[in-house]
């Protein structure tokens, strides 16, 4: 495990991954850290700054300075620019000791800390002796805290063989070991945090517990960016989020601060990291293959269209999320950061209709709960005001989906198990065909978004086939309710209400189906009341029922509009 976590010290970089796992560290060793990394501004020299003891002076209370650099330094590093160690060693004694230490610490010995992933190599070792010889005093003392010491923290302390048992250590190794096989890789991995997770207190042993989830988590994705393949990293990010979700959702207000803000700086951390690893796997790795047609089809090297057809839908699932990832961020944001956001929110949107032009697959779903899929690149769309550049899409799904179930031809089905899906269809007869449409949130959402599109041609026409063909098939939605909040996140439960639609009035007439959603969102608002959605954390719901195959919720279909009132939303955006 030592050489596990070594190996991934050594490749962290210095901003945004190792300047955040050495606040944690220390926290955990039981350092108060009193100076953060931050980004802009002057910080003389130190990235990190920490009281508490010193193991070079038997444990002695100092104020600690920390000065991070990623990977080994050589000379180049050493002194070859303003941003070198030396430079910055100079700034800390220069500026930081006589004018920024605050007042109660400045009696405490101190000591100044080299951190970094590697290691100081020997064509400069020379050089940082002869500095620290010469610039230490009684009351300053110069260390190294190179990747080897914080592999052994790390091991002793976060990760100690007390809190991550063997059990859970073996999770964890085959994770990682794995991590070229992503479904075994996640599993492992999911068996390691639901393992975390259990009898998670809110006090220090639950921080500890959501900073070893943290660690393992940037271990796992550090492995997965060196093997070149990021499905697995992407899969444990995404539960990893919502796992720090669920801690920090269940936090009461009257809990120490200090626990409070432990969980939102891990949650922050796993978002940034999640955000970083979907960039790279659907702008980096599958942006630029999108709009070439049957690129990504080929990709998936199997010669079953139902390979095919889940994993590109898992694919645009994937960009959608990211994109309204973004889209929220942007819409919380001002100035060039919210800038940056729409505009990465844009071209994720260009990206999916690329992928939709260049694979047909994509217009023929096998399974109805691909209605999230779809849902997620409606509601997109509509945040950027670009319906008009998807609802042709809209169209081509349900004039397939009608044929298919007209002439029984691979028509979409709730089964999800992969083997039941592989022989499907069976037969043709009737029974099998009832069997395998007994209920459909997909329909409906079709049906709906037609309406809400204005598409009544196509409206009437699939629904006139649902008449027909599918009298048997219960047209539902999900409407998430009180008890959803505390289940969904981990467990991944549907607990709620599903609604039956499109059924007949008294007087034999049949009810808008998008009204009818409409309703169902005004009468069942329990999703607006949980914490996430009315925090605006609208994506962190939407990664949840994408992780866990939740149907979405009507109160996040895409609204009534289409292409007239583009202009409108994207202003509203």
Request: charged share 25%; hydrophobic share 40%; glycine share 8%.
């Amino acid at each position: 495990m030592k050489l596990l976590v070594r190996q991934h010290l050594f490749g962290m970089k210095e901003r945004g991954v190792l300047d955040v796992l050495l606040p944690q560290l220390l926290s955990e060793m039981g350092f108060e850290v009193i100076h953060h990394p931050r980004i802009g501004g002057r910080q003389a020299g130190v990235d990190v700054a920490a009281v508490g003891p010193d193991p070079d002076a038997g444990d002695r209370n100092t104020l600690h300075l920390f000065v991070i650099k990623s990977g080994d330094i050589g000379r180049g590093d050493w002194d070859g620019s303003l941003q070198a160690v030396r430079p910055s060693l100079g700034e800390v004694v220069d500026d930081y000791i006589p004018n920024r230490v605050p007042p109660q610490y400045r009696d405490l010995p101190i000591a100044v800390c080299v951190c970094m992933g590697g290691e100081i190599q020997e064509g400069v070792r020379a050089q940082w002796k002869g500095f620290a010889a010469k610039e230490g005093t009684d009351q300053i003392s110069f260390r190294e805290w190179n990747g080897d010491r914080l592999a052994n923290l790390i091991l002793s302390g976060i990760l100690r063989t007390e809190l991550l048992e063997p059990a859970h250590r073996a999770h964890f190794q085959k994770a990682v070991a794995l991590v070229s096989e992503p479904d075994a890789s996640y599993e492992n991995f999911r068996a390691l945090l639901d393992a975390l997770s259990e009898n998670m207190d809110y006090g220090a042993h639950g921080a500890t517990r959501l900073r070893q989830m943290m660690i393992c988590l940037w271990i796992l994705v550090g492995n997965g960016l060196d093997a070149g393949n990021l499905d697995a990293p992407y899969r444990a990010c995404e539960l990893a989020m919502l796992h720090a979700w669920d801690a920090r959702r269940k936090v009461s207000e009257d809990i120490n601060p200090a626990q409070k803000k432990v969980r939102e700086e891990i949650l922050d951390h796993v978002l940034g990291l999640y955000l970083a690893v979907a960039e790279k796997l659907v702008v980096e790795k599958i942006g630029p293959h999108a709009p070439k047609r049957h690129a990504l089809s080929a990709s998936v090297r199997s010669r079953s269209a139902l390979d095919v057809n889940l994993a590109l839908f898992e694919t645009m699932g994937r960009a959608a999320l990211l994109g309204l990832w973004h889209h929220y961020i942007g819409c919380f944001s001002d100035g060039e950061e919210q800038t940056i956001h729409l505009k990465k929110r844009d071209g994720i949107v260009d990206i999916a209709i690329g992928m939709i032009n260049a694979n047909p697959t994509l217009v023929s779903p096998m399974r109805d709960d691909h209605q999230i899929e779809i849902g997620l690149l409606m509601l997109l769309a509509q945040g950027c005001g670009r319906l008009s550049n998807v609802d042709g899409y809209l169209q081509e799904v349900s004039e397939r989906l009608a044929y298919r179930y007209g002439r029984r031809r691979h028509w979409p089905t709730h089964f999800r198990d992969y083997r039941q899906l592989l022989r499907h269809p069976v037969d043709h007869g009737d029974e099998y065909f009832q069997r395998s449409t007994r209920g459909s949130v997909l329909i409906p959402f079709l049906i709906a978004g037609l309406q809400r599109l204005g598409a009544n041609d196509s409206s009437e026409f699939l629904t006139q086939v649902e008449s027909d063909h599918l009298s048997h098939t219960t047209q539902q939605l999900w409407a998430p309710s009180e008890e959803t909040d505390d289940v969904m996140w981990i467990q991944g439960d549907s607990i709620g209400y599903a609604v039956p639609v499109g059924t007949p009035e008294l007087d034999g007439s049949t009810p808008s189906i998008s009204e009818e959603a409409d309703g169902i969102a005004e009468d069942h608002d329990a999703v607006l009341k949980t914490q996430a959605v009315s925090r605006g954390l609208i994506p962190l719901f939407l990664t949840a029922c994408r992780h866990h195959r939740l149907p979405l919720p009507p109160h996040f279909w895409f609204l009534a509009g289409g292409r007239e009132n583009d202009e409108e939303n994207q202003d509203a955006g």
